[in-house]
């Protein structure tokens, strides 16, 4: 959502008495390739542009195909493959090794359904999103067409096909939580349409108020995350009124909305703060509590919470994890926001966190 962010942020500040743009979108990922399907960039006609299709070896091919998108008016979509050895082939020598198409739309700033307008209408929401785009080559009066689930019959009824189709191969999207392809019966034959699985930001609740709260909130950042911090604004450096979207006292924790994108982290370093504040998240069954410090504290914890009535077992609830984050020798504050922040990720995407030098097969799970 950070890209998607960004290219909105872009968007708005173009000057369209001067400039036209055009959006790159990856569709379709076989083998190896270092951005997934969703990855975009969009391409001003002055030559700027924001986001990336790749590691940097197909970024310069597409400026030329999003200013040819933006000449002719209609979109394109490009196949790059790098599986064969063909020193001819953009990306070759680069490392890919792998084969993507991307999608290159003209942006129209007068259309506010076009596809940045459309990111813009959904990427503030607290749940997962459903984008709908088409990807039939041969038939330009199609191709680059796109929706949102909100209007997915009226989308269907467009491409006359399936309505209760489109509904099911959405829900296996939902499932899956990952984007892919699909092909739909219709009267003038197939209809290729990407279904795009778009999670939300993650929410980040720090808790605490020393200077280890600094380094996780940069990386937070850095990463897109949506910041929360609960702990005592005069001890809390500048620098995070800038960073986070809100800043609370310990005594209103309560007041946090969870969903199941979001992780708490409790880093007070205050045993009465971090306990208070532990009851009230542990109430609403949160998706992940990492805790800063050793097991003893926990398991401290668990034995004055069973006291009071609480359950809480620090062995069996598969979202906490205390100690938090990797295994990686970290010591620094900066090393354990960088441990701590790779363990959520891993585990909103259900990976182990191991090297993947021991992972078997594939990088990324097929699309």
Not at 127 to 136: A, G, T
Not at 273 to 286: E, S
Request: proline share 3%; with cysteine; hydrophobic share 40%.
């Amino acid at each position: 959502m950070k890209e998607i962010r960004n290219i909105i942020a872009t968007y708005d500040q173009i000057d369209w008495s001067k400039e036209q743009a055009a959006l790159a979108t990856v569709v379709s990922v076989e083998e190896s390739a270092y951005r997934r399907i969703g990855a975009r960039m969009l391409v001003r006609s002055s030559g700027i542009w924001i986001g990336g299709i790749s590691g940097g070896c197909l970024e310069g091919d597409a400026l030329k195909r999003a200013r040819i998108a933006i000449l002719n008016k209609k979109p394109s979509i490009v196949v790059y493959d790098t599986m064969e050895d063909d020193a001819h082939q953009i990306g070759v020598g680069l490392g890919c090794n792998g084969r993507i198409e991307v999608l290159f739309t003209p942006i129209d700033p007068e259309d506010k359904t076009n596809p940045v307008e459309q990111l813009r209408a959904i990427h503030e929401n607290r749940k997962p999103s459903i984008f709908y785009q088409v990807l039939n080559k041969e038939d330009e009066s199609i191709l680059g067409l796109f929706g949102k689930e909100a209007n997915a019959n009226d989308f269907a009824t467009q491409l006359h096909i399936s309505s209760a189709e489109l509904q099911e191969k959405t829900q296996v999207v939902y499932q899956r939580k990952k984007s892919k392809v699909f092909q739909f019966d219709a009267p003038n034959g197939k209809i290729e349409l990407l279904i795009e699985f778009l999670r939300p930001e993650l929410k980040l609740i720090m808790v605490g108020d020393n200077y280890d709260v600094n380094a996780f909130a940069g990386i937070a950042h850095e990463l897109g995350w949506e910041i929360h911090v609960v702990g005592l604004q005069r001890k809390l450096n500048k620098s995070i009124f800038k960073l986070a979207k809100q800043i609370l006292h310990y005594d209103q924790a309560d007041t946090i909305d969870l969903d199941e994108y979001t992780a708490i982290v409790l880093m007070s370093h205050d045993y009465k703060w971090d306990m208070q504040v532990l009851k009230v998240f542990l109430a609403q069954n949160p998706p992940y509590i990492g805790m800063l410090g050793p097991k003893k504290r926990t398991l401290k914890m668990q034995n004055e919470l069973e006291e009071a009535g609480i359950a809480f077992d620090v062995d069996n609830l598969s979202f906490l994890y205390s100690p938090i984050g990797l295994n990686i020798g970290a010591e620094s504050p900066e090393e354990i926001a960088l441990s701590a922040a790779a363990e959520i990720i891993a585990h909103f995407r259900n990976r182990d966190g191991q090297f993947l030098r021991l992972r078997e097969g594939t990088i990324h799970e097929r699309e």
